[in-house]
T-cell receptor, first 116, second 111 residues
Framework: SAVISQKPSRDICQRGTSLTIQCQVDSQVTMMFWYRQQPGQSLTLIATANQGSEATYESGFVIDKFPISRPNLTFSTLTVSNMSPEDSSIYLC?????????????FGQGTRLTVV | GQQLNQSPQSMFIQEGEDVSMNCTSSSIFNTWLWYKQDPGEGPVLLIALYKAGELTSNGRLTAQFGITRKDSFLNISASIPSDVGIYFCAGLYGGNEKLTFGTGTRLTIIP
């Protein structure tokens, strides 16, 4: 499985500011994803980070609020823009992997964001 | 977004008991994955299932891919304190690796 490192692991931010979360993988991967986990909830996919092109966002998420970069096959960033307390969540980076026809998905340790 | 129905929502058991949880969906999946999440950590993959009817074990954990491809269950035998956490099922359809997650089962062991 891939080793996924996220930075920062946690942060407390003022409303109206922005935070950029980094995700670094120890090997080249085709697919990288960003998920949000609101307090006490399950994981919801924000977007697929595409290398060399714009990210593909899921319903309810927009680029202006969650801009994503994917400059190469091992790195991606997610920015949470103009934050409000409702953005307080855990943000998780995920990578997909194939072993033949078998698909797996692995996660970083997450970034716990608190907006005050 | 879509979520899978996972039950039970929470479980309170004594150490040594067996545990069973399941996920159901209105849609079919080609892959079922089971994860465990500890506080402050990301989900860790426990078991992956790729074929309808498949039964797979990982130590004390056993999971099955339902015949209809719309459900899956996870059993934990002889629970121990480190089993405490939140368990999530996740389904995949196709090769795009976009997961649909279950609502989670929180496992607590009563001393």
């Amino acid at each position: 499985s891939a080793v996924i490192s996220q930075k920062p692991s946690r942060d407390i931010c003022q409303r109206g500011t922005s935070l950029t979360i980094q995700c670094q993988v120890d090997s080249q991967v085709t697919m990288m994803f960003w998920y949000r986990q609101q307090p006490g909830q399950s994981l919801t996919l924000i977007a697929t980070a595409n290398q060399g092109s714009e990210a593909t966002y899921e319903s309810g998420f927009v680029i202006d609020k969650f801009p994503i970069s994917r400059p190469n096959l091992t790195f991606s960033t997610l920015t949470v823009s103009n934050m409000s307390p409702e953005d307080s969540s855990i943000y998780l980076c995920s990578v997909g992997g194939h072993r033949g026809v078998r698909t797996e998905a692995f996660f970083g340790q997450g970034t716990r964001l608190t907006v005050v | 977004g879509q979520q899978l129905n996972q039950s039970p929502q929470s479980m309170f058991i004594q150490e040594g008991e067996d545990v069973s949880m399941n996920c159901t969906s209105s849609s079919i999946f080609n892959t079922w994955l089971w994860y465990k999440q500890d506080p402050g950590e990301g989900p860790v993959l426990l078991i992956a299932l790729y074929k309808a009817g498949e039964l797979t074990s990982n130590g004390r954990l056993t999971a099955q891919f339902g015949i209809t491809r719309k459900d899956s269950f996870l059993n934990i035998s002889a629970s121990i304190p480190s089993d405490v956490g939140i368990y999530f099922c996740a389904g995949l359809y196709g090769g795009n690796e976009k997961l649909t997650f279950g609502t989670g089962t929180r496992l607590t062991i009563i001393p």
